[in-house]
């Protein structure tokens, strides 16, 4: 687990407020109608979250919102192909990722998802001490315990906008697929099975990234913090 203060940091970066929407059939049966104000409040609540999920793979935040145009012409396009395996939230964001994979390969600034597995990211190294997190039982992957010097730091260190400037930039520097993982995992709060359904991955792969995703984010912290 990320010990209570790292999840304190993460809460930090809340998701927008998402628009109040109807059920996703109803809100599929809108579009299909040219419903104008059911297209704008979809875009209005997903907007915001489909440009932090394009911005690891593209160079500027202009390139990630025309992506997101891209990812909003093909959702009214493919309503048609919408099966309901999944959410239309999870749908929409697979989108949203595809498109931003073709134009990050295109741009030759990533390989695609499908052509790794995690340990080819960035070889057989661990990127925390594998003695830092139990190693079976139910807890088997999760931390055995908060850093020690977390414990005494009071609440305004870790509630404080230097923090969360800390954390943010600890999660855009991690690699396309952790920054993305832990980005809707641990900020937007998804589960891991709308995760892999939206990035067409693996429970395993899902759980090695977010797992060395968190550890770098937590090491950043922790170097934050014992300066303090």
């Known amino acids: 687990m990320l010990g209570e203060g790292m999840t304190v940091a ?5 998701p927008e407020t998402e628009a109040v929407l109807p059920d996703d059939q109803a809100l599929i049966e809108a579009l299909k109608r040219g419903d104008e104000a059911a297209f704008v409040k979809l875009v209005e609540a997903y907007q915001g979250l489909l440009i932090r999920l394009a911005m690891p793979y593209v160079a500027h935040r202009a390139m990630a919102e025309d ?19 999944s959410s239309f939230k999870t749908w929409i964001c697979r989108i949203l990722v595809n498109r931003a994979r073709t134009r990050a390969q295109r741009d030759g600034r990533l390989v695609p998802f499908s052509s790794f597995t995690p340990a080819d ?11 830092r997190f139990y190693s079976s039982g139910r807890n088997e992957g999760h931390w055995m315990s908060m850093v020690q010097s977390w414990d005494d730091l009071p609440e305004e260190s870790l509630l404080s906008d230097e923090t969360r400037e800390r954390v943010r930039t600890a999660i ?7 920054r993305t993982v832990i980005t809707l995992r641990d900020v937007e709060g998804w589960p891991a099975s709308e995760v892999c359904a939206a990035l067409e991955i693996s429970e395993a792969n899902q759980r090695v990234l977010l797992h060395r995703a968190r550890g770098k984010v937590r090491q950043a ?6 300066g303090v």
């Open 121 to 131: 990211e960035e070889g057989d190294e661990p990127a925390v001490d594998p003695a």
């Open 172 to 178: 855009e520097a991690l690699p396309a697929s952790q």
């Open 221 to 226: 912290l922790e170097r934050y913090f014992e």
């Open 10 to 14: 993460l809460e930090l970066i809340p």
């Open 67 to 85: 992506v997101v145009q891209e990812t909003w012409l093909g959702v009214l396009r493919g309503l048609d192909r919408f099966e309901a395996r």
